[in-house]
T-cell receptor
Framework: GAGVSQTPSNKVTEKGKYVELRCDPI?????LYWYRQSLGQGPEFLIY????????DSGLPNDRFFAVRPEGSVSTLKIQRTERGDSAVYLC??????????????FGPGTRLTVL | KNQVEQSPQSLIILEGKNCTLQ??????????LRWYKQDTGRGPVSLTI?????NTKSNGRYTATLDADTKQSSLHITASQLSDSASYIC?????????????FGGGTRLMVKP
């Protein structure tokens, strides 16, 4: 089947606006992860879902960031009152059994967010 | 200070040559270590995964080594090809209260020239 997909591939927004980034994991994968990657850096963990619940959201930088996964498959990362510092590539990954150590994570192509 | 340090930050080699990328980590307790390849504009793709009891693992022309005592890993690429041009990211898995956590290095950007 298809791999992890993310939409949109690119998003340009103005400072202060609200954005939603979508992730479609590999079918059947119970674990879903969001990362943020700045230019020239490795990915930075944001949040991890096991099923519908956020098992670990310790990486979310502040309360402007929020993510949901209401039916245990598709997830949406929501950013309120965007700031220029939010500009980055937002990566989504999924894995089979859950637990960041137990399974290989399969990454999507990312959404490049640019805040003007 | 980043808990997973990679060197060099960037590397240029000629097609057909070998190269070795380094990863030093300080995170603990260690669960496993992975190497990912990330092509420009793409998400990372797993190359190898090693637990603390494994010293070496190969995947085609890629060979990863791990010394859990010195907390060092290397990724050796043999007979490089133009398609090897990418960022290579070292990822260490650490146990925490939530279960486990991945800590990513900053990556080594490899360019293979003809």
């Amino acid at each position: 089947g298809a791999g992890v997909s993310q939409t949109p591939s690119n998003k340009v927004t103005e400072k202060g606006k609200y954005v939603e980034l979508r992730c479609d994991p590999i079918s059947g994968h119970t674990a879903l992860y969001w990362y943020r990657q700045s230019l020239g850096q490795g990915p930075e963990f944001l949040i991890y879902f096991q099923g519908t619940g956020a098992a670990d959201d310790s990486g979310l930088p502040n309360d402007r960031f929020f993510a949901v996964r209401p039916e245990g498959s598709v997830s949406t990362l929501k950013i309120q009152r965007t700031e220029r510092g939010d500009s980055a590539v937002y990566l989504c990954a999924s894995s089979g059994r859950g637990g960041p150590w137990s399974d290989t994570q399969y990454f999507g192509p990312g959404t490049r967010l640019t805040v003007l | 200070k980043n808990q997973v340090e990679q060197s060099p930050q960037s590397l240029i080699i000629l097609e057909g040559k070998n190269c070795t990328l380094q990863c030093n980590y300080t995170v603990s307790p260690f669960s496993n270590l992975r190497w990912y390849k990330q092509d420009t504009g793409r998400g990372p793709v797993s190359l190898t995964i090693m637990t603390f009891s494994e010293n070496t693992k190969s995947n085609g022309r890629y060979t990863a080594t791990l010394d859990a005592d010195t907390k060092q890993s290397s990724l050796h690429i043999t007979a490089s090809q133009l398609s090897d041009s990418a960022s290579y990211i070292c990822v260490v898995s650490v146990k925490n209260n939530a279960g486990n956590m991945l800590t990513f290095g900053g990556g080594t950007r490899l360019m293979v020239k003809p």
